[in-house]
Structure formats: C-alpha cells, structure tokens
C-alpha cells in the first residue's frame, strides 16, 4: 500500500487576466481587478505530495532533499517573474490558480524517480483561495474560504437543563457565546479553456454570500430555522450549510471545512475526491 508524503514550497510571482478579443468591460466582469495592465503578485505556497511504496533499504518513499531539488529546479523558472511576459507557458493560457497548478504538473510529474508518482499538487495563492490538481487532464479542484459571525448557545431541547449542562458546559451559557467562525467551499470541474477557471470567482462568492449573509451577526438559534428544534453543533452547521450550498452549486460542490475555532475544525462529507 502507497505511502503519500508532501513538501511545501514557495515562490512569488506577478501576473494578469486579461483576453485580448473580449472588450475591456467583458474582462472586467469577469477577471474584475485581476486585469490590471501592470500585473499583480502573491506569494505562492506549493504543497507537493508524492506517493509509492517505502524503500526496504531507506525507509523513504521518496529522498525529500532530492524532491527539495527537483521542485526547485522547476520553480526556478517562475520565481520572481512575471507569468505572462517571462515564462512560455502563459502567452496564450490565461495564469489563473487552476492553469498554473496544472502547468506544474506537467513540469514536476516526468522528474520524479521511478516508483514514486505524483499523488497531487496544491497551490496557494493566498491564505483563502487555492487549487488542486490531481493529474486529470482539464479537471481541478478550487476552494475558497469565508467567515461570517454568529451567535449561539448548545442547549438539546430534549434534555433537562441539568444534562445540558453536563454535556456542554460552557456552551451551554443561557445568554449564548460567539464565534468567528470560516467556511472552506470546495468546488471542482473542467477548467474553462477561456477564463482558466473552475468556476467563476464572482458568481462563486455571490452564491455563497447568499447563503453566510443570512448568517452572519445573527444567533443562529433565533434567526436561522434550521436550530429552532436541534442544537446548534458545528457538526449541525456544517450539514446545514453543505444543504443549503448544495442547492445552489449541485454536484459541483465537493466539500466543506468549517472552522468553529483554532483547534475545532469539521469536514462534510469526509472524503473529498
């Protein structure tokens, strides 16, 4: 059974979105500030994950100072350029998250040594947004996070006051507690040979906001009617937004993490992909 092991790695960039046969408002419906003429920059996080069977001998799936060089090598020729004027591989592809992710893998995946493959590749372009890439040819996974703050109190309508107490104890405070809770929706699809996109990013946040705007400096026991009759548990939450979000994106939606805190964090569905 394969063994999957990951290095993160960095690099920074400057880049557009810009189509030259869509008119100037056409690309800035769609690209929004991303088309600025000059470009702009992240800072990108690479996490590169490897998998295959240990070596009996090293007890490594695969040497990371040797993936270290080799990712690396392929970095070289993004590193602190401009994607669409510096690099071959953006003159006619638009640099988007989901087409840069996929260029990398075509770059990293023939480096590899034999008995190790490519398992996935996940870049940040900020701390909210990110894309994944699992070899599949146009299909990429994105994902995007939110926040919103809500209002609540863990309290089972079932229960005595005093088995409420017992089994949340602090959540249970009678005049409720808060939370900044973040939302990671994660969508995937073909990316669009036009845009480089999975989906597009406005209408993405559009129909999220719909739902967390709702949401958002409420108490959720009061205001949303899905806690009127059960407790308002994250795992609770969570079902109820992946419901809610569901009907609007279909079967493009594929998971959510939803961030209670620091140290609580719930995924549904569980397996992603």
Same mark, same amino acid.
Request: proline share 3%; charged share 25%; with cysteine.
């Given at each position: ?113 034999? *008995?190790?493959? @490519?398992?996935? %590749? +996940? !870049?940040? $372009? ?6 994944? =890439?699992?070899?599949? #040819? ?111 994106? *279909?079967?493009? @939606?594929?998971? %959510? +993490? !939803?961030? $209670? ?6 995924? =549904?569905?569980?397996? #992603?992909?």
């Amino acid at each position: 059974m394969d063994v999957f092991a990951t290095r993160r790695f960095n690099f920074s960039a400057s880049h557009r979105y810009w189509r030259e046969e869509w008119s100037l408002e056409q690309n800035e419906a769609v690209f929004g500030k991303c088309t600025n003429r000059y470009g702009h920059g992240h800072n990108y996080e690479l996490f590169v994950t490897v998998a295959g069977a240990v070596d009996p001998i090293t007890g490594m799936v695969m040497n990371m100072v040797e993936l270290k060089r080799l990712v690396t090598m392929v970095l070289d020729q993004f590193d602190h350029k401009h994607l669409n004027e510096d690099t071959p591989y953006f003159r006619e592809v638009i640099p988007t998250t989901e087409n840069l992710v996929r260029v990398l893998w075509g770059l990293i995946e023939p480096q590899l040594p034999k *008995g190790v493959r @490519l398992a996935k %590749l +996940r !870049l940040y $372009e900020n701390s909210d947004l990110y894309a994944e =890439y699992f070899g599949r #040819q146009q299909q990429a996974t994105f994902n995007r996070r939110y926040e919103f703050s809500a209002a609540h109190r863990l309290h089972a309508q079932s229960l005595t006051d005093e088995a409420n107490r017992e089994i949340y104890g602090k959540c249970n405070n009678p005049n409720g507690h808060g939370h900044n809770y973040q939302l990671e929706v994660t969508v995937d699809g073909l990316i669009d040979a036009q845009t480089g996109m999975v989906i597009d990013l406005v209408d993405m946040d559009r129909r999220v906001q719909s739902v967390l705007d709702n949401w958002d400096h409420r108490h959720l026991d009061y205001q949303v009617a899905e806690f009127a009759e059960q407790p308002s548990t994250a795992e609770n939450i969570v079902v109820v937004l992946w419901q809610r979000l569901e009907a609007l994106f *279909g079967s493009q @939606l594929k998971h %959510l +993490r !939803l961030w $209670e805190t620091a140290n609580n964090v719930f995924d =549904y569905p569980l397996s #992603q992909h």
